[in-house]
Every structure is written in structure tokens, then in C-alpha cells.
């Protein structure tokens, strides 16, 4: 039961729009009400009446090494003694900026900022200062955050300009953006045969996970880094999510492609609010107090959250860490992939590294039109009996699930034996 989540939701309504702070979470597309979350051990979230799920949202992804992992704890408790803002220079920053730099070298500087909007809002504008350009090009169903420019409807026809998917986003601030199927070379090839000396940049999330988990085809990301070189626009990488979570060197590393901007989040805060992007050192000197580009916040660089980044990734850097969340990932999707198999269902399971997504379709998913093929009231009635059955699971049938390194064989035999359960209860 969950007494104690529904009296906080009817509470939280009255003086919170919809009773939540970021929309996914009020689990309207699960049709349930949302569940409020009193603490998370490890693997596990425990709910304001006591019920243990096994967490598997992971906090949207930042959550690598489970929750309360005890050296980000006593990290923060070690920086929040010392003072928890100064609106001035810390040396954490500079270690931070100097770890990502090592890790990710195409960000030969960084600026860090207080979230991924943050991060790829600058990262825009950066771009068009440094090409004088003013379009920018973007990817059906990938999401960069709420900022204006990126707030566009996936158009149905090739590349055509968005419609502000939001309202108080004026037509004007979209006007220059165009969004194309993800994993279509011709969409993007006709694009800039259209507009290519007026296209700033491409943005895109290298492996999208805001639409559930889909894998770049063959060498569309080396297409892209081709034909932006060939125009003169610059490549950005959102590895909001990506980023530490798919290797130390991100999603760049693995594919090997040097972007011109990369732009972090999630891991580099270890659960605490942070952003970040950066590149190369002639694009990032436009950035202000260097250059004319504009951009500051407040609370940039925190040394709190600054100190639980850093501390996720020593822990990240260890020997064996992305073999371990490999090897459960595996095991998570063989898994799920047996039980669809035994049931003779057709939906399908897209793994990359430690994110993962059971689509509700029988269709391969390369993009998000594909996704928006899936079932998504099963997916809600899954997602309830899942719940049921103490395993918590992403309310939104286009994002990813979440590994961490406190999940254990034992977790993901649990989760996977829930899965045929509840498949098998829909089934009838």
C-alpha cells in the first residue's frame, strides 16, 4: 500500500503545479499516482510507507555506484563543514576540470554550470557565436533539456522546422531549428543541402536514451563528423547521461569521434546538481571573462556537489568497475530477452552499456518514430505489475533503465523473474 504517497501527492498539488517538480515524475503515463521516496539503500528505494523497490531509475542516471554510496556521503559531509557555497574559485573546480579534461580529452577546457539545460543552453550559444551561424540542427526524440531553441515537436517531414512544443515559447525562437529522424543520413544530407552555410551546429545525444535506449547505425555518428567538418558547423555531444556512465571517456571514447563540444551532467554532481560543457581551446576562449560570449551562474563549480562528482569517479576509475556494471547489464538483458522468448512475446530489448530499454513493439527501434510504435498502455499495466512486485522502474516507456554498481546477480535474477511474472499476468 501506499497510504502515506497518496496524502503527500493530494498535499503536494495544492501548493506545487500537477504535485511535482519535473513532469515525468507525477506518472501520468503509467496512469498512477507518483510515489514519494523517504531515502534509497544501494540498490533499493524505500517509499514514505516502507515498501523497498529495487531502483532501477537510478535518478534519470546519476546514480552509478547505488544510493548513499558511504565515500559520496562522507565527501559531502566533509565539503558541507567547510561551507557550502562561496560565489568564489575553489580548487575542487580546477580538479574537476582537470579529471574531465584527462578523461574526455576533446574538452581541453571546461565551464562548469548547475545542470545538462545549462550546459547545452551555452553550448548553443557558443556555437553560434564562434560559426556566426544561427541554425542549429537536432534529432527527433532527442531531448537536451527545456531551453527554448531545443523545445521543438518531432516534425513528421524532412527537415522541417519546429513548432515550439510548449507554449510561452515564441515561434521566432524556433524558427532556426531543424529536427530530423535520428540514424537518417539522407534527412541530415538534405538539410544541409538546404541550409548547410547557415547550420551553427548539430546536437545530438550520441546514444539517446530520452526516447528509451537506441543505438547510432553503422558509422552515422563518423557521417556526422564528416559532413559538420565539410560545412563548417560544429559537432556537439549531449552526454548529459552518457558521460562516465558508458565509460570514463563517455560515448566519444567508445566510438572514437572528437566532437567540438561535449556537454555533461548526472555523473559528474555523484546525485547532486551540476552541468558542465567544454572543447576545444579556441572555441571555449569566446567564453566570457576569456571572450565576448556570455554566461554565469551562481553556483557553478559548488564545491559540495563538485566534491560527490569527484568522488563517484575515483570509485568509477577503479579496476573492473564498467567490466562489473557490463557483466550485470548482460545478465539483465539475456535475461529479459529469455523470458520474451519463453512467452512467445514479440517487444523488444535495447541495451547499450548500462541502460536498457524493453520496448513495447515488434519493431526495431533506430528512431523515435520507431518507439512511437510501442504499446504504451502495457507498458503502463507492466510498469504497474512491476511495481507490485518491488522493482521501480522509469514511468515512461521512452527512457532507459539504469544499472548501478550496488545492483547484484541476485537483483537482476529478481527483476528478471517480476519481468516474467508480470508478461505473464498481461498475457492472460
Not at 173 to 198: C, M, Q, R, W
Not at 309 to 320: F, V
Not at 376 to 387: E, N, S
Amino acid at each position: 500500500m501506499n497510504i502515506r504517497s497518496k496524502l503527500y501527492f493530494e498535499r503536494a498539488k495544492k501548493a506545487i503545479p500537477g504535485g511535482v517538480n519535473s513532469p515525468v515524475r507525477a506518472c501520468l503515463a503509467v496512469k498512477s499516482d507518483p510515489i514519494f521516496f523517504e531515502r534509497g539503500e544501494g540498490a533499493y528505494l524505500i517509499d514514505a510507507d516502507g515498501n523497498r523497490y529495487i531502483d532501477y531509475v537510478a535518478s534519470w542516471g546519476p546514480i552509478i555506484l547505488g544510493h548513499a554510496h558511504p565515500n559520496i556521503i562522507a565527501e559531502i559531509y566533509f565539503a558541507s563543514k567547510r561551507g557550502t557555497s562561496f560565489g568564489a574559485p575553489t580548487w575542487l573546480e580546477v580538479e574537476m576540470a582537470e579529471t574531465i579534461n584527462r578523461c574526455i580529452p576533446s574538452m581541453e577546457k571546461v565551464r562548469l554550470v548547475n545542470s545538462g539545460t545549462e550546459a547545452t543552453m551555452s553550448a548553443l550559444r557558443l556555437a553560434r557565436a564562434f560559426t556566426g551561424r544561427k541554425k542549429i540542427l537536432k534529432f527527433d526524440g532527442c531531448y537536451h533539456g527545456h531551453g527554448d531553441s531545443l523545445l521543438v515537436k518531432a516534425g513528421s517531414g524532412l527537415a522541417t522546422f519546429g513548432i515550439p512544443s510548449s507554449p510561452g515559447v515564441p515561434e521566432e525562437l524556433t524558427a532556426h531549428t531543424i529536427s530530423v529522424p535520428y540514424n537518417d543520413e539522407i534527412a541530415v544530407e538534405e538539410a544541409f543541402k538546404k541550409y548547410g552555410s547557415e547550420i551553427a551546429c548539430v546536437i545530438l545525444e550520441p546514444v539517446p536514451a530520452n526516447m528509451g535506449v537506441v543505438i547510432p547505425r553503422g558509422d552515422f555518428l563518423n557521417f556526422l563528423r564528416e559532413i559538420t567538418q565539410r560545412y563548417g558547423s560544429l559537432l556537439i555531444f549531449d552526454e548529459v547521461i552518457t558521460g562516465f556512465r558508458v565509460s570514463l571517456g563517455g560515448a566519444q571514447e567508445l566510438f572514437n569521434i572528437k566532437p567540438d563540444i561535449t556537454c555533461l551532467g548526472k555523473i559528474i554532481g555523484g546525485g547532486l546538481p551540476v552541468g558542465a560543457y567544454g572543447g576545444r581551446e579556441e572555441i571555449m576562449s569566446l567564453v566570457a571573462p576569456e571572450g565576448p560570449v556570455y554566461q554565469a551562474g551562481t553556483l557553478s563549480g559548488n564545491p559540495i556537489a563538485v566534491s560527490a562528482g569527484l568522488a563517484t569517479i575515483k570509485e568509477l576509475m577503479k579496476p573492473g568497475s564498467y567490466d562489473r556494471l557490463e557483466a550485470l547489464s548482460q545478465l539483465l538483458e539475456d535475461g529479459i530477452k529469455n523470458v520474451l522468448a519463453e512467452l512467445g512475446l514479440p517487444y523488444r530489448v535495447t541495451r547499450f552499456k548500462s541502460m536498457l530499454t524493453l520496448f513495447f513493439t515488434s519493431k526495431e527501434v533506430s528512431n523515435f518514430q520507431d518507439a512511437l510504435t510501442s504499446d504504451t498502455d502495457k507498458f503502463a499495466l507492466f510498469w504497474q505489475g512491476m511495481l507490485k512486485r518491488g522493482v521501480y522502474l522509469p514511468p515512461s516507456q521512452f527512457e532507459a533503465w539504469f544499472v548501478s554498481l550496488a545492483h547484484n546477480e541476485d537483483h537482476i535474477e529478481k527483476t528478471i523473474e517480476a519481468t516474467r511474472e508480470t508478461l505473464l499476468e498481461l498475457k492472460g
